[in-house]
């Protein structure tokens, strides 16, 4: 279980008001965040200090243990996951605090740093309700839920306060993955409180447990990145577990001469979306369909090495929800699937056979310092999520254009579900300042707005930051 501990048991009796007020104390801080945030790490002092601060003034003064998990961008390998395939996640510096303090009363009450988001208790069991659909508790209902299921006993309660990074970019819904951010620094709690040491495999397994309880079909990179991340390096991933139930995994550095943008499209999706779950669905009806000629396999990415000219005859163009459902090949209840959905499964295949593919030629092309194949692969991954699996919108295809027509720019494309959220540009890193300048400026004149556009540095892994007196 990840554990930094930066701030080593900080048991001093200065109050984060004092520390706030303290010029040297919030020197020191700072220095002590450094391992985790660089050249950021002052404005995390303060952003930690404020947190404190209005934990004390939610929960009372007395001890506090400070979790926290990055967010991320995807650098290729977009809707493969949950198909067993392969990802190249980055972690970001941007992430989400929990300050937590155990309670014994089998009671969790949340707050949040941001008024907009309500505060909410409720009782430990195995069988947690939800709150309203969309509602930001049910990301910690359902990671309680998971652990409690664990370990019935061991876990007793928390108070806890939110600490998201919206003002530092990882707004809801912008493809950075926050609500897995959150659910991964819940867990961590949850589990740190309970007792359980768990391994990783198992910890990513409740994670994305807990995000299905909330609604969404997702798989597990965002939480396998969150743990595993490495400064300065993304994380390849074959998300297709071996017989032992482990996972093949290998740092990738990042290319020095490059810089990552991200550019946020400022339309955010909703995490709880019946358009992400009717994608899953098609990958499902098509190995489905897929089985008929090879059985046995039970995710796209079994199909991995057959050439698509081979696999698509065998795919439908589209069906019906409830063809598919009543000629046997959707055999799952997919929450958001309504009876009049069409469901485009070839394309859907076929971008996930083609992305599978591309991860792995990124990852050749990296590795032999060929940035310009990636760029290209970058771009065939684009074209293939807005037109194969249909996630792009009108914003983000103007900061695809502009950015791939700025100087210096070798690549560029949308990241994480779709729908809104953000691109990632692959830039040189001499010309990242002008090719955002221009990115900006044609977005003004499509959009009439200036897009928030920010320079992807990469975080450190998930874990408990440190005990403190709040
Ligand atoms: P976002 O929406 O970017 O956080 C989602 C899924 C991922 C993955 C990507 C698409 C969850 C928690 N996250 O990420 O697993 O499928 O979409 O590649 O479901």
């Given at each position: ?402 950015a791939s027509a700025a100087p210096g720019v070798v690549g560029a494309r949308l990241t994480g579900a779709g729908w809104g959220g953000c691109v990632l540009v692959l830039v040189r890193q001499e010309e990242a300042v002008h090719a955002a300048g221009v990115i900006q400026n044609s977005f003004l004149s499509a959009h009439g707005r200036v897009p928030t556009i920010f320079p992807c540095r990469t975080g450190a892994a998930a874990g408990l930051v440190a005990t403190v007196d709040a």
């Amino acid at each position: 279980m990840p554990n930094h501990n930066v701030i080593r048991n900080r048991q001093s009796t200065t109050s984060p008001v004092d520390l706030a007020q303290n010029g040297a104390e919030l020197a020191g801080l700072t220095a002590e965040l450094a391992p985790l945030y660089g050249d950021q790490s002052a404005v995390q002092a303060e952003r930690y200090v404020d947190a404190l601060t209005q934990f004390s003034a939610f929960a009372g003064p007395g001890p506090a243990w400070l979790f926290r998990a990055p967010g991320r961008v995807n650098l290729i390998g977009e809707h493969t996951d949950y198909n067993n395939g392969f990802v190249m996640p980055i972690a970001l510096d941007r992430d989400i605090l929990l300050v937590v303090r155990p309670r014994r009363d089998r009671t969790v009450r949340l707050a949040n740093i941001e008024p907009e988001f309500e505060q909410s208790a409720f009782t430990v069991s195995e069988e947690i309700p939800q709150a309203s659909p969309g509602h930001w508790s049910n990301y910690v209902r359902g990671a309680a839920q998971m652990i409690a299921r664990l370990a019935p006993d061991a876990f007793t309660g928390m108070d806890c306060l939110a600490v998201g990074a919206a003002p530092l970019g990882l707004a809801r819904g912008s493809g950075l993955s926050s609500s897995s951010a959150l659910t991964v620094s819940a867990t961590l709690a949850l589990a740190h409180f309970a007792g359980l040491n768990l391994p990783p495999e198992q910890f990513v397994q409740i994670c994305s447990d807990a995000e299905w309880y909330v609604g969404t079909r997702g798989g597990i990179m965002d939480q396998f990145i969150s743990l595993l991340a490495r400064r300065d390096h993304a994380l390849f991933l074959d998300c297709r577990p071996d017989v032992n139930g482990q996972y093949a995994t290998r740092h990738v550095p990042l290319p020095a001469a490059y810089q990552i943008l991200i550019a946020d499209s400022g339309v955010h999706h909703s995490n709880v979306r019946g358009e992400y779950n009717k994608r899953v669905a098609s990958c499902r009806i098509g190995v489905a369909s897929l089985r008929r000629k090879h059985p046995g396999i039970t995710h796209l990415r079994d199909v991995h090495s057959i050439p698509w000219g081979e696999l698509a005859p065998s795919l439908p163009e589209q069906i019906g929800a409830v063809k598919a459902a009543t000629s046997g090949l959707l055999d799952t209840d997919i929450p958001g699937l309504e009876p009049a959905d069409v469901l485009h499964v070839r394309a859907c295949c076929r971008h996930v056979w083609h992305e599978n593919h591309r991860v792995e030629q990124a990852l050749a092309a990296l590795d032999s310092g060929d940035i310009a194949a990636v760029g290209a692969l970058l771009q065939a991954a684009h074209a293939s999520a807005r037109d194969d699996y249909a996630i792009s919108t009108p914003e983000i295809e103007t900061l695809v254009a502009s950015a791939s027509a700025a100087p210096g720019v070798v690549g560029a494309r949308l990241t994480g579900a779709g729908w809104g959220g953000c691109v990632l540009v692959l830039v040189r890193q001499e010309e990242a300042v002008h090719a955002a300048g221009v990115i900006q400026n044609s977005f003004l004149s499509a959009h009439g707005r200036v897009p928030t556009i920010f320079p992807c540095r990469t975080g450190a892994a998930a874990g408990l930051v440190a005990t403190v007196d709040a």
